[in-house]
């Protein structure tokens, strides 16, 4: 596998954007997480940040770094539209 930050960009952005997609056209965000409105999304971060792990694992700092800089702006983008305080 190439290592890269487009790389990790790229593979970043997937699973918050399947977040965002769930959370606007379906019921599931309700159903799993009634009472946690940004349930999916901190579980998109989860899964980059263990995507991350892996990829410094197996030398591919590039690759991880992307990861943690998608992960990164999609939580500050988080906080900035749903006004949740820090």
Do not use: H, R, W
């Not at 991350?52 to 939580?75: D, R």
């Amino acid at each position: 596998m190439k290592n890269s930050l487009g790389l990790g960009l790229a593979l970043g952005v997937i699973f918050p954007l399947v977040a965002f997609l769930l959370m606007q056209y379906t019921n599931v965000q309700m159903q799993l997480f009634s009472d946690k409105p940004t349930g999916l999304y901190v579980i998109a971060a989860a899964i980059n940040i263990v995507g991350c792990y892996v990829c410094y694992k197996k030398e591919m700092e590039k690759t991880g770094n992307g990861l943690i800089l998608i992960t990164f702006l999609s939580m500050l983008l988080l906080v900035f539209t749903k006004n949740i305080t820090i």
